[in-house]
């Protein structure tokens, strides 16, 4: 069966980044994978229901379509087919405009079925700083104490998440200029656990 890899972090750490990077070196050690960003498969799902709005406005839309269409993409990436390992770029949680909502809970988590968790992680100072730096996303907050509060509730949530799921965690560092390495790492692990 075609195992499915959670890959989360808080907004800005760069798990897209890391991704790019793993599957540039997949494709270099031939590991057949395939990476699904979660928040692609709801942007297109929105966009069907006739909302076309940018990525980072979907957060702020009405928390009940929100999970209506996370279920929907949580549905449809667990369709995907093939039987490479499938790993998911997503959130443990959301910043909504009614609070802090989980990227995965139970139908989601259901859905997805993964055989693990993967948290990547990075220094808030440098968390703050990316974000600051990254002119082509619309953040909630730059700053410090911001950064460090995201990244307790990622782990937070993570947790919840592995004792339902009864999957482990791993948590990866991706250090300044440092998302090759923390791809291959990324990868090691995977091939390990799959
Ligand atoms: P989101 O959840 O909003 O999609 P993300 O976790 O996918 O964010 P990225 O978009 O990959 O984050 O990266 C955010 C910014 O940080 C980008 O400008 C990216 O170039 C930069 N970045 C990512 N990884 C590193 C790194 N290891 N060193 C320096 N800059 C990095
Ligand atoms: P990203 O590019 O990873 O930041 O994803 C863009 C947006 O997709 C996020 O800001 C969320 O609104 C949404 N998103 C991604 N993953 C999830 C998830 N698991 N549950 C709910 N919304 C999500
Ligand atoms: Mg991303």
């Not at 443990?92 to 990547?120: C, Q, Y």
Request: charged fraction near 30%; aromatic fraction near 4%; charge should be positive.
């Amino acid at each position: 069966m075609q195992a499915t890899i959670i890959v989360a972090g808080v907004p800005g750490v760069g798990k897209t980044t890391v991704l790019q990077e793993l599957e540039a070196v997949a494709k270099e050690r031939k590991v057949p994978l395939q990476i699904i960003n979660f928040g692609n498969v709801m942007n297109e799902l929105f966009k069907k229901r006739g909302v076309e709005i940018h990525r980072d406005h979907m957060r702020k839309e009405d928390i009940t379509l929100q999970g209506k269409i996370q279920e929907e993409a949580a549905r449809m990436i667990s369709k995907t087919p093939g039987n490479s390992t499938l790993v998911v770029d997503t959130h443990m949680f959301v910043r909504t405009n009614d609070g802090i909502w989980p990227g995965t809970p139970r139908k989601v988590l259901e859905a997805l079925d993964p055989s693990m968790i993967i948290l990547i992680e990075a220094d808030p100072e440098e968390v703050a700083r990316r974000r600051a730096a990254d002119t082509t996303r619309y953040r909630d907050s730059q700053k410090l104490e911001d950064a460090k509060a995201d990244l307790q509730w990622s782990r937070n949530m993570a947790s919840a998440i592995a004792v339902l799921a009864g999957v482990p965690i791993q948590i990866l560092q991706n250090q300044n200029g440092q998302q090759r390495q923390s791809a291959e790492e990324l990868l090691k692990i995977i091939e390990k656990r799959t």
